[in-house]
């Protein structure tokens, strides 16, 4: 009942926020989808994520010539922080039905190569009625087709056997240099004490029986999941992946969504 009646009021405030701008012609996602991604309608917030998820890429070397997958899509913040900038073309993943509908809806008509799909991927936190599970989801793209892949917290939601299968599928969607862009909550000596110590943004005090991860949600173990360090640098070496640059966040000591990001890119064989 409680979320109903929520639900009910962030629709009120869209039509409210709709009235306020109804002559502003920038492309803007509904409030209660800014407050169902980013708890808040605020647009300078919106406005900041964008920027934040393209200055990400463009600090790892993205040029305007490039393809990218953005895998988490949301209400396509990447997309429109890169509108004007990109013109080698966008693919934007997401589970969240409304999300992407609206993304098609009103991104990709006015910028075509800005594409979105929908993935009906199980997830006990959102979306518990999908069609297909994550560890056995085959992204639909060729082989070798992008150039760069970000994850904006979309790891920190899922669990390990998925996690390893999404990181193989991103070894067969690079191609050769490219990159992929991934943010953790990873567990390390120093992260770990944080944890165990109380400091940390979440408290990840459930550990999984895999024994490589902890969860801050038993009943939902996809709410938030922290792992660890040394089976995230496993799995991407296996993959055929190496770590080319690691900013560790500081959510371990109290500060909010400040998470790890990872940067990895294709093995390079060495010359015969």
């Not at 910028?111 to 518990?128: G, L």
């Not at 998925?162 to 862009?181: D, F």
């Not at 009943?219 to 640098?233: L, S």
């Amino acid at each position: 009942m409680g979320r109903l009646f929520r639900g009910a009021a962030y629709r009120g405030i869209t039509l409210i926020d709709r009235i306020a701008r109804w002559r502003d012609d920038a492309i803007l996602p509904p409030a209660h989808l800014r407050i169902y991604y980013y708890r808040t309608w605020d647009r300078k917030r919106f406005a900041r994520a964008c920027e934040d998820a393209r200055t990400e890429l463009m600090l790892q070397g993205l040029q305007p010539e490039h393809r990218v997958l953005d895998v988490g899509s949301g209400i396509g913040n990447l997309a429109l922080g890169l509108v004007g900038y990109l013109r080698g073309g966008y693919d934007g993943v997401e589970i969240h039905r409304e999300a992407v509908e609206w993304c098609q809806r009103e991104i990709t008509p006015r910028h075509p190569q800005f594409r979105f799909h929908r993935a009906d991927i199980v997830s006990r936190a959102y979306n518990p009625r999908g069609g297909v599970s994550a560890n056995g989801y085959r992204f639909p793209f060729h082989d070798h087709s992008f150039d760069f892949i970000l994850l904006a917290s979309v790891f920190t939601h899922m669990l390990p056997d998925e996690v390893e299968h999404y990181v193989t599928e991103i070894s067969r969607l690079l191609k050769p240099g490219g990159v992929c862009v991934a943010s953790y909550f990873l567990l390390n000596d120093e992260s770990r004490a944080g944890v165990e110590a109380g400091r940390s943004f979440m408290t990840f005090h459930v550990p999984h029986t895999s024994g490589v991860c902890r969860l801050h949600n038993e009943a939902v173990p996809e709410a938030a999941v922290a792992f660890e360090e040394t089976f995230v640098r496993a799995i991407h070496q296996r993959a055929g992946l190496r770590v080319r640059d690691l900013r560790r966040g500081k959510w371990w000591s109290g500060v909010a969504h400040d998470q790890d990001v990872l940067a990895v890119t294709p093995n390079v064989s060495p010359p015969s």
